[in-house]
DNA sequence: CTTGTGAGTGAGTAAACACTAACATAAGGT
DNA sequence: ACCTTATGTTAGTGTTTACTCACTCACAAG
């Protein structure tokens, strides 16, 4: 028989489980059978852990969403000036999306955003709190001067979401053919270099 | 008892039904009696007209395919400068996403990019033609001035297909609350305009 | 060494799933 | 008007799903 452990660590060890899985599987298409062959349990122990699917589910959200803003902390502390801060913000979430690659998937699935309504609201919040950060740190950048007063803080923020979002789909469509976190940042300079252009010609 | 169709005006009824409700549901949890229920038949009718859901699923990725293909002709043929044609390529998309929302999330699917592996290898060769066609008009847009020489025409490409898709995510996220066209070409010409910067300051 | 607790199992359940076979009848060409 | 055909239904199939329950036994505290 197998080794037995204390509930607190199975609980993480079928959430890990899941996480990895979600990316291979789907989302949508994991069942409680997967999970338990990954952790090496039977389907059964599964619900002593968690009572339903659903709440399996939240508490894979419940990381998710602690993983995510503690990423943002850091990033945030670790750095001084707006366009590092703006830096740092976006390699944080682009390491994030690197470690679990699910991420992206189970932000859009259906699980957390039409079944788990609490979760979605949450989920929610925490996007519109990373978009607060990206706009406040592009403001302090046109006040400092690495950035054109052109462009709106709020549709640069859009463009710079947009392009981590869409580096990410490249990435998992193109079966991981590239280092996630260089390109996104090579990509984000260029961004960065055309929002400067309008402040250089001044 | 319901009124009786000829097989391939029933097809095209169970290919919209499937595309409708692919947005609600979502694409990998329908199941072959929603989509019945959707039509107005007895779930046994479906597979009088696909023996199996996979080449249900291979006839709906074919509708896509050609609708798209077609949409980016229009836009090329309806127009001449490098600039409009690029222009008419992302609008061509957004309303694409606008008729169909359920096409991000198709497009995106263990349904096509797992169990389908000609449907898979069909639409990345469609969306590097759509890349191309990208590629080809900000080239264009650099020999004619309206953009930056300091931007490769293949990152720039990168950056407004992630626009598109960020934008379609925020749409959908948002429970539609805004038109997407619009907002859409609106961010576009935010992006065109520092794409122009890099120009004007010669 | 004993014993109480709780992690894990084996063998189920009903519901939902994709798919099938036998039969029915509306529709269209002759 | 008839007869063939193809679209549809009814009532199933076996499999997979989330979830349950009675039971077992590993393990740590006394």
């Known amino acids: 028989m197998l080794q037995r452990k204390p509930a607190e660590d199975r609980k993480t060890d079928i959430v890990e489980a899941l996480l990895r ?24 122990a599964i619900f002593r852990h968690f009572p339903t699917k659903a709440e399996l589910w939240s508490a894979v959200g419940e990381v998710i969403a602690v993983r995510l803003a503690e990423a943002w902390q ?40 039409v079944d788990n309504v609490i979760l979605r609201e949450r989920f929610r919040g925490l996007m519109m709190q990373y978009q607060a950060h990206l706009v406040a740190n592009l403001e302090g950048m046109i006040a400092d001067g690495s950035m054109t007063p052109d462009v709106r803080p709020q549709d640069a923020a859009v463009l710079l979401t947009s392009l981590v979002q869409g580096i990410a789909i490249r990435w998992s469509l193109g079966s991981r053919g590239f280092a996630l976190q260089p390109e996104g940042l090579r990509l984000l300079d260029v961004q960065l270099a055309l929002f400067a252009y309008g402040e250089r010609q001044r």
Chains 1, 2 share one sequence.
Not at 28 to 39: G, H, K, Q, S
Not at 89 to 109: D, G, V
């Open 21 to 44: 899985l979600a990316d291979q599987i789907g989302p949508d298409r994991l069942t409680t059978n997967d999970i338990a062959r990954e952790v090496g349990v039977t389907q059964a």
């Open 74 to 113: 850091q990033a945030l502390a670790a750095n001084t000036t707006p366009k590092d801060r703006l830096r740092a913000l976006i390699a944080a979430q682009l390491r994030q999306i690197e470690a679990t690659p699910a991420l992206p998937a189970i932000l859009h699935s259906r699980e957390i955003n």
